[in-house]
Every structure is written in C-alpha cells, then in structure tokens.
C-alpha cells in the first residue's frame, strides 16, 4: 500500500468511465479531486455527486477537476450521470483496488454487524500530483464547498 498522506504523491490509476477511461495522469499539472463514495443513486452518494456537480464551473475556474469514485459498474455509473445530469466523471472500480490503494476500503459498523466497505473520503491533489488534503468520514452537507475553497486556496 501506497503511504497516503499529505504532502506525498498521489497513488496513479487508471478506471473504466462512462465516457472512456479515467486516468489521474491525464490531469498532470492541474488540481484534481478525487472521492470516494459506497454506491451510486444512494441518497447520500447522489446529494454528494450533485454538490460536486453543481460546482464543476467553479473547480474548473479553479484549475481543477473532480473525479467520483466507486465500486459501482460503468453502466451503473451512466445511468447515474443521466438520472441526475451530473458534471463530473465517475471511475469504476469493481474490484476496489484503487480505493484501497488510497485507504478508503475500511471496516465499518451497522446495527452491531461489521463489514468492509467505501469509507466517504475526499483526496485534493495539487498541481505537482501531492496529496494537498485529505478528508476522512465525511459529512456530505457542504463537503463539496469546502473542498472547493481548498482547491481555489492552491
């Protein structure tokens, strides 16, 4: 496992997307945001992915870009798009590497049972491909303008 924390390289990758693959090196020297959610057309998942999306223009004028990431399919990830006119690629990544790779595989609780699974998490990679901030156990409401000041910051 990669060490993902501040101030290091971001771990690379490379994700099937709807609209073809999904490589955080075709971003080199821009800012990119990358997060991690558990399943598409959640409630959670889709208020994340419209905030994000609602604030694409804003990124972009920024210098970066923001990419969604979960285990979900790419046909599930374009019907998603769709549903909700999102502006922001989702990755797929069905057998979780990258998640891992970036620490979000965790294990969590529900109703006293324990499983693995897509902790809510937010990278910002600088321009020179560092891990600027990390967001862990994320809280949706606001999230994405958080992130935003801190892109907007670099």
Not at 12 to 36: H, I, M, N, T, W
Not at 125 to 131: A, S
Request: charged share 25%; proline share 3%; net charge neutral.
């Amino acid at each position: 496992m990669t060490d993902v924390t501040e101030g290091f390289t971001a771990p690379d990758f490379e994700l099937a997307g709807a609209d073809g693959p999904v490589r955080l090196s075709d971003f080199k020297g821009k800012a990119v945001v990358v997060y991690f959610y558990p399943k598409d057309d959640t409630t959670g998942c889709t208020k994340e992915a419209q905030e994000f999306s609602g604030l694409a223009a804003d990124f972009a004028k920024a210098g970066a870009t923001v990419i969604g990431v979960s285990k979900d399919s790419v046909k599930s990830h374009a019907k998603f798009t769709a549903k909700y006119d999102l502006a922001v690629p989702l990755g797929s990544d069905p057998e979780g590497a990258v998640i891992e790779r970036y620490g979000s595989w965790v294990e969590k609780s529900m109703y006293g049972r324990n499983y693995m699974g897509i902790e809510r998490s937010t990278f910002l990679i600088d321009q020179d491909g560092k891990l600027a901030r990390i967001w862990r156990k994320v809280k949706v409401a606001g999230h994405a303008a958080e992130v935003l000041k801190a892109a907007q910051s670099l």
